[in-house]
Every structure is written in structure tokens, then in C-alpha cells.
């Protein structure tokens, strides 16, 4: 009788052991975007930033990246993007210096590497333009799923960009987890970040 209450006494410790260790575990990641992670596109590019130094995801590991599709010409979606990007790196405040912000042209007729240049960093200085031939360009939103077309203006330089207005996040080893809607509100980008940074 001693030896069975012995075994029993074993075993409930064991279980409570077990117990212990699975409320320890982490708990998943909720994010209050839109949760890309697992998805099986936007793996990698390979373009020029407007330093003209050519750049793959893994240049970027170590920290989050955000990577928008757009076009300097673009009169809206664009500058309001990038302004609410710069208002996000504020708001993390040291921790924006693990972020790395990429707006990549999807018109590079026009923008060249020195009208990105001028662009880009107005918003933020540590904030990169990336750009490549039509086929490179073509290349990349295929892999991100980005759509883009050029709307013909009333002179054939005159012409406006169609495209995907949406934002991804990367983590710090360049998977991508996160959609960042237009209009999303900054402290929805900021909490995510600050997610994927902890």
C-alpha cells in the first residue's frame, strides 16, 4: 500500500511538474494588423538603394524591416505613407534604430536613383529608396504579390502610377509577418513593431 501511494504521489508531482512547464512556455505573438507569418511569397529582392549599393533582405537581418511599393510622383497614398512611417519611427523612439523603412519605386522610368535620393530621406533620413531595371522592378512585385500599372496622362511623360497601397513588416530574420493597411493607425504599426523587436 505504502509503495502504490508512493508511485501515486510520484505521479501527481510529475503532472504538476508538466503543468508548470507549459504555463512557462511563451505566448503566441497577437498582433493587431494583419498577421502574414507563414506566408510563402515576398521572400527576398534583389535592387539598388539610392546610394547605388545593390540590396538583397539579408542585408537588412538584425532588424525589422517595412517595405512599401510607390512612386515620387505620386500625389496621395505616397507622401501620406511615408509621413505616417516617420511618425511610427518617432514613436518607437531608440528602438526605431532596429527598423529599417524601404519605399521601392515601381516606376523606374522616372525615378532615378538621384531623384530617390533627394525623396527618400526627407521623410526620414535612415529611411532607404530601392529601384532596378523594368525587369527587376516586374521581379519583385511578382514575388510580393504588388500590383502596378502606368494610368497614360495628357502628355506620355505626364503618366500616373496604379498600385498595391499596402506595407509589409519583416522580422529580424527577414520573414514576412505583417500587412500594414492605408490609413492603419500609428499605434496599431507601433505595437507590432514593438512585438517583433521584443
Not at 112 to 118: D, G, R, S, V
Request: aromatic share 10%; charged share 20%; net charge positive.
Amino acid at each position: 500500500m505504502k509503495k502504490v501511494l508512493a508511485f501515486a504521489l510520484i505521479a501527481v508531482s510529475l503532472l504538476a511538474a508538466c503543468g508548470e512547464k507549459k504555463a512557462e512556455a511563451p505566448a503566441k505573438v497577437v498582433f493587431q494588423g494583419t498577421d502574414l507569418t507563414g506566408a510563402s511569397f515576398a521572400r527576398d529582392f534583389a535592387l539598388t538603394d539610392h546610394n547605388g549599393k545593390p540590396r538583397t533582405m539579408a542585408d537588412f537581418k538584425g532588424k525589422a524591416v517595412i517595405m512599401f511599393f510607390g512612386y515620387t510622383q505620386c500625389p496621395d497614398v505616397c507622401p501620406t505613407t511615408m509621413a505616417e512611417m516617420s511618425e511610427v519611427m518617432k514613436q518607437l523612439g531608440p528602438q526605431a534604430d532596429q527598423v529599417q523603412v524601404l519605399f521601392v519605386t515601381v516606376d523606374p522610368e522616372r525615378d532615378t536613383q538621384k531623384l530617390l535620393a533627394e525623396y527618400v530621406p526627407v521623410f526620414d533620413k535612415r529611411f532607404l529608396g530601392l529601384y532596378g531595371t523594368p525587369e527587376q522592378t516586374a521581379a519583385v512585385a511578382k514575388e510580393f504579390k504588388v500590383m502596378y500599372a502606368k494610368v497614360p496622362g495628357t502628355t506620355p511623360g505626364s503618366y500616373s502610377m496604379d498600385h498595391t497601397a499596402a506595407s509589409y513588416v519583416f522580422d529580424k530574420q527577414g520573414k514576412i509577418r505583417l500587412l500594414l493597411r492605408p490609413g492603419q493607425p500609428t499605434s496599431t504599426t507601433v505595437h507590432d513593431l514593438k512585438l517583433l523587436l521584443s
